[in-house]
């Protein structure tokens, strides 16, 4: 059974980088039928989508981060790792790792959420 | 970017009644990206729809979906406890992007 789960800091300082990592166990990163991907959710707010990755390292960000994400894939440690720069209080949320159907982009399996807050 | 809006915000039910959730897009949407999830506090989101009218691995089939173009509608027919939850649909478009609706929250009446 497919299983992701978020690792990183719980807590990054105003203008620094927050970095984040899903490991996925129980399936291969490099499988042709999936991208993988990054989602966040603010205090009591809606989800919104950050990015995705397919494991060639071939990229899809939203526009309005897209200047400030990085997301990057290790094959080698069926991992793949998100990367937001200059982060503001804005930036607080349970961040989500899951993995999108190629085909479609919806996103059948996630992990079960970290918590990272932006305050000095 | 295609907007997502959900409605109504709020719905209230008793458990047995049916819900209907609606989610309209700002831009004709490929049935076959609109998705919806199901999020129960603390966790994660939960796949239920997809492709428009698709149920997932183990979705109970009181869950329906149904529309196209720019109006989609997830029905329940007869709400058990568990189902007392937000629901979001899900888009995904040209450039790529995916967007998610706002939210629709059923709770118990």
């Known amino acids: 059974q497919l299983q992701l789960q978020e690792s990183g800091p719980g807590l990054v300082k105003p203008s620094e980088t927050l970095s984040l990592t899903c490991t996925v166990s129980?399936?291969?990163?490099?499988?042709?039928?999936?991208?993988w991907g990054w989602i966040r959710q603010p205090p009591g707010k809606g989800l919104e989508w950050i990015g995705s990755i397919y494991y060639s390292g071939s990229t899809y960000y939203n526009p309005s981060l897209k200047s400030r994400v990085t997301i990057s894939v290790d094959t080698s440690k069926n991992q793949f790792s998100l990367k937001l720069s200059s982060v503001t209080a804005a930036d607080t949320a349970v961040y989500y790792c899951?993995?999108?159907?190629?085909?479609?982009?919806?996103?059948?399996?996630w992990g079960k959420g970290t918590t990272v807050t932006v305050s000095s | 970017e295609i907007v997502l809006t959900q409605s109504p915000g709020t719905l209230s039910l008793s458990p047995g009644e049916r819900a209907t959730l609606s989610c309209r897009a700002s831009q004709s949407v490929s049935s076959s990206y609109l998705a919806w999830y199901q999020q129960k506090p603390g966790q994660a989101p939960r796949l239920l729809i997809y492709?428009?009218?698709s149920r997932a691995t183990g979705i109970p089939d009181r869950f329906s979906g149904s529309g196209s173009g720019t109006d989609f509608t997830l029905t329940i027919s007869r709400l058990e406890p568990e189902d007392f939850a937000v629901y979001y649909c899900?888009?995904?478009?040209?450039?790529?992007?995916?967007?998610f609706g706002g939210g629709t929250k059923v709770e118990i009446k």
């Open positions: 492709g428009a009218s």
């Open positions: 899900q888009q995904y478009g040209s450039s790529p992007v995916l967007t």
């Open positions: 899951a993995r999108l159907l190629r085909v479609r982009f919806y996103m059948d399996v």
């Open positions: 129980g399936g291969s990163i490099s499988s042709s039928s999936y991208y």
